[in-house]
């Protein structure tokens, strides 16, 4: 293969870019206990007959939808998100943007279920207006957030994840990243066959 040349900015920014996400990415005492309790969740929500329910906005949504497959397909968890165009045109036109999610919690979850709430900034409404809505109905809830260490969301779950980085592929990144390390941990491995 023949030697390519790269440009020393180009080269400065990735260096940088990758550095950044090792240092989010790096897992402490708290983080591997905050993925053990994300497994041990799961796991209860699956005994006691619910689902893990994901929810995000925009880049959040698509890693939501992603995970609730592979935690369904994969490991075997009853797994969903709210990321149907219908639903939500639906329930954001009758209740507004800001109560769509809440509206689709209320309508849609059930005693055991998990709710699993992502935003990148924390600051998300429909995300907090979501999670409160999980709490009058009793159910088990995960967060991740990141940008700033006061977010609201930060500390409204049992287990919360909070990712320092004020870059949001960095955080998006990272949420992926531990969500997917709690599901190889349900399944016990990290390699598997993709059927």
């Given amino acids: 293969m023949p030697a390519v040349s790269v440009d020393p900015d180009h080269k400065a920014f990735l260096d940088d870019y990758v550095g950044r996400l090792h240092r989010a990415t790096a897992i402490d005492d708290g983080a591997f206990a905050a993925i053990s309790a994300t497994r041990a969740t799961w796991l209860r929500a699956r005994e006691q007959g619910g689902r893990v329910i994901f929810i995000g906005n925009g880049g959040s949504a698509g890693i939501a939808s992603h995970l609730a497959?592979?935690?369904?397909?994969?490991?075997?968890?009853?797994?969903?998100?709210f990321s149907d165009a219908s639903m939500m045109s639906c329930l954001a036109n009758d209740y507004g943007f800001e109560d769509w999610i809440a509206h689709a919690v209320r309508?849609?979850?059930?005693?055991?279920?998990?709710?699993?709430?992502?935003?990148?900034?924390?600051?998300s409404k429909n995300i907090l207006n979501a999670v409160?809505?999980?709490?009058?109905?009793?159910?088990?809830?995960?967060?991740?957030?990141?940008?700033?260490?006061?977010?609201?969301?930060r500390n409204l779950g049992d287990v919360n994840f909070f990712v320092d980085s004020r870059s949001y592929n960095i955080v998006e990144t990272t949420h992926q990243f531990w969500m997917m390390a709690a599901?190889?941990?349900?399944?016990?491995?990290?390699?598997?066959?993709a059927s």
């Fill in 132 to 153: 409160a809505q999980a709490r009058t109905m009793k159910l088990d809830v995960i967060t991740l957030s990141g940008m700033n260490a006061d977010n609201p969301l």
């Fill in 107 to 123: 309508l849609s979850a059930r005693a055991g279920d998990c709710l699993v709430a992502i935003s990148s900034s924390g600051r």
């Fill in 69 to 81: 497959i592979d935690l369904a397909k994969n490991a075997s968890v009853p797994a969903l998100c």
């Fill in 183 to 193: 599901i190889d941990l349900v399944i016990g491995r990290a390699e598997y066959p």
